[in-house]
């Protein structure tokens, strides 16, 4: 609220008449605001994202993504994929999803390629899912997921 | 609990929290077929919430552990709905340990970003 006010005192040019200035100025940029949420293809500065990472309802995956499938070398996770889709050899992975609300989410597998850079690095990794119920759980325990 | 916070085909849905081990596109074999890859999550959901302290919180404290492997499950991502923080619970006497608890941002529910993710035309 005060950055507003002092972004707005800053633009005002009419030293005779500053409060009508003031509010013209404040007028125009609400009016910019909402032609940009009701047509954003006209704001040029716009983040834009390639499509061919769009997979729907508002997410995209986001690099890093490995350049060849692979098994993993087998192990538990492989084992998790392989039960769900039988037919699959082998999975590229992708690092990060960016959510329809803004977030992203990152993973493991591009979280612990920094390894070495920073220790206190921020984990974004953490979500929140629905879980539908076609999608079940591989585990030694079936307890809480079932 | 949850359920009645987010709406959407959310009773038969349910919520969970899991750290992401990958994304993968789930590659469709039939080449007539150029739909959008379906997109999925390799997940490691966290254990069930303590319900001691999840009831004596009123359902606000989801304490639970963390399960590294054992609780892996692929899910799509459309069926992921935000980033949580997931923070270490100071231990009290009593406690089991190793429990972390769910941070999640306020007033995300009610916010959907749209504008500003625009597609780049080909």
């Keep these: ?19 009508a200035n003031l509010s013209q100025i404040a007028l125009q940029r609400s009016q910019i605001n ?26 995209f995956l986001l690099t890093p993504c490995e350049r060849y499938a692979s098994s993993l070398g087998g192990g538990i996770r492989w084992d998790a994929v392989h039960a769900q889709f039988p037919h699959m050899i082998g999975v590229h992975r992708w690092g990060q999803l960016n959510l329809p609300n803004g977030q992203i989410a990152r993973s493991l597998y591009s979280e612990t390629q920094r390894e070495g850079k920073a220790e206190n690095t921020q984990i974004t990794r953490n979500v929140k899912v629905s879980c539908p119920p076609e999608f079940p759980v591989t585990g030694t325990h079936n307890c809480f997921a079932s | 609990m949850f359920c009645q916070l987010k709406g959407e085909n959310l009773e038969h849905d349910k919520i969970q929290y899991g750290e992401v081990q990958f994304f993968f596109y789930f ?21 069930p919430p303590d319900p ?15 399960s590294g492997t054992d609780y892996l499950s692929v899910v799509p991502v459309t069926s992921i709905l935000s980033v949580i923080s997931m923070q270490p619970l100071p231990k ?3 406690d089991p340990d190793g ?24």
């Design chain 1, 34 to 59: 909402a032609l940009l949420n009701t047509c954003p293809e006209l704001d040029v500065n716009a983040e834009t994202i390639p499509t061919g990472n769009n997979v729907g309802n508002g997410y």
């Design chain 2, 99 to 122: 429990l972390f608890f769910v941070v999640e941002k306020l007033g995300l529910d009610d916010v959907e970003l749209t504008g500003y993710t625009d597609l780049v035309q080909e």
């Design chain 2, 92 to 94: 009290v006497d009593g």
């Design chain 2, 52 to 66: 001691d302290l999840l009831s004596d919180s009123f359902n606000c404290l989801w304490a639970c552990t963390y």
């Design chain 1, 1 to 19: 609220m005060e950055r507003a006010i002092g972004d707005l005192g800053k633009d005002i040019r009419q030293p005779s008449n500053p409060f």
């Design chain 2, 27 to 47: 590659a469709n074999e039939d080449p007539e077929d150029d739909r959008i890859p379906d997109a999925y999550a390799l997940v490691s959901l966290y254990g």
